[in-house]
Each structure stands twice: as C-alpha cells, then as structure tokens.
C-alpha cells in the first residue's frame, strides 16, 4: 500500500491493504450479544421499579461482559472487524438504557448524563467507528495509525477514566465532579474528532 507523508502521525501505517470483516458467529461476538441482552433487560427493569441496586447490577454485567469479550476474542484469536463494530453498537444499547436509568433514579445527575450522552453516543461512536477507514481490526488498535487519539480514547486507562470517572462520581453524589470530568471527556472527544478529520484529509479521502 503506497503511503504519503502524514505530518500528523508518529510512524507511517505498515499494515494490509485489507483485512477481512468475519467471521461473525464467534465467541467474543456470542458473549457480546449475552451481555448486551442481560445488561438492557435488568436496565429495564430497574427503570421500570426504580431500583437503584438492580441498575448497578446491570451496569456491572455490561462492564464484566465488556471484559469479557474483548479478553476472549484475543485470548482465542477471533478479533475481526464485525465484531469491532458488534461491540461498539451493542455499548451504545447498554449505555443508552442505563443512562435512562441514572436519571430516573437520581434526577440530579440529569445536566451530566446529557453531557455524557452526546460525548459518548455521538461523537464516541463516529470516533470508534473511524478506524474502518483503515485497515485495522478495531479501536484497539488504532494507535498504528495515531498514537495520540488511541492513547486518549482506547488505551486501557482512557477506557477506564473516560466512562468509570463519570458513573463513579455519579454514585457518590459528586456531581460537580461528575459534571467536570464529562465535560473534560467531550473535550478530549472533540479534540480527538479533528484530528481524525485532519488525518483523513490528508490522505485525500
């Protein structure tokens, strides 16, 4: 694959011209679907009752599957594009509902999940879905074609910090902190969004 010079990238991007999307029934793509379908259903639930320990519970059972099947998709050598993609929706699903959740079980933490929501629902997603335009498995490694935007969004302490800062601060009732660290988050996500842009722009897409 020729390559032209990026200013914006550390090392230019040694990879395959393509890679193949599948095979989609694997089990890191099977423990996806268990947890998304565990998470939302007890997410619902929790809404509907208003039960805050059952909505901590189903948030626990989206970041253990989370783990889980990102731990066994390398573990077993089944990382493919599809399941990248799998994933991403699948925590928008989960994410969404608990989300829901949050605000109807504490109505104060309303003004920092809005904030939360666009950071991660909107620009979260077209940032992670963004590494469809080069030939890598996923997210994860997105630090072959730029070091910095994986480091601030996919690295396992961006991972971390970026959603866990947030709920956390939520369940002590720290939302002032709660409120800072998504408004730092968007701004890492907007920062991030430009340079994508920036990339692809030289590339001429």
Known sequence: MTMTHLPLRAQPLHVPA?????????????????????AVLL???????????????????????????????????QETRAGAVFDIVCDRACTGILCVGLVASIPAALPVVVVFVLSFMVLDSMLSMAFLCWPVLGPNYFHVVDRRVWQLNWSPLAKAAN???????????????????????????????????????????
């Open 163 to 205: 959603t866990a800062g947030v709920v956390g601060a939520l369940a002590l009732e720290l939302f002032p902190v709660a409120f800072a660290v998504a408004v730092v988050v968007l701004g890492i996500k907007l920062w991030s969004a430009r340079r994508v842009i920036r990339l692809l722009a030289a590339e001429g897409r």
């Open 43 to 77: 997410g619902v639930i929790a809404v509907a009752t208003g039960d805050l320990w059952l909505l901590a519970v189903a948030y626990a059972v989206f970041w253990v599957g989370d783990i889980a099947d990102g731990w066994s998709a390398r573990k077993l050598g």
């Open 18 to 38: 393509a890679l193949p999307v599948g095979p989609f029934r694997t089990v890191p793509n099977a423990v996806t679907l268990v947890r998304t379908v565990l």
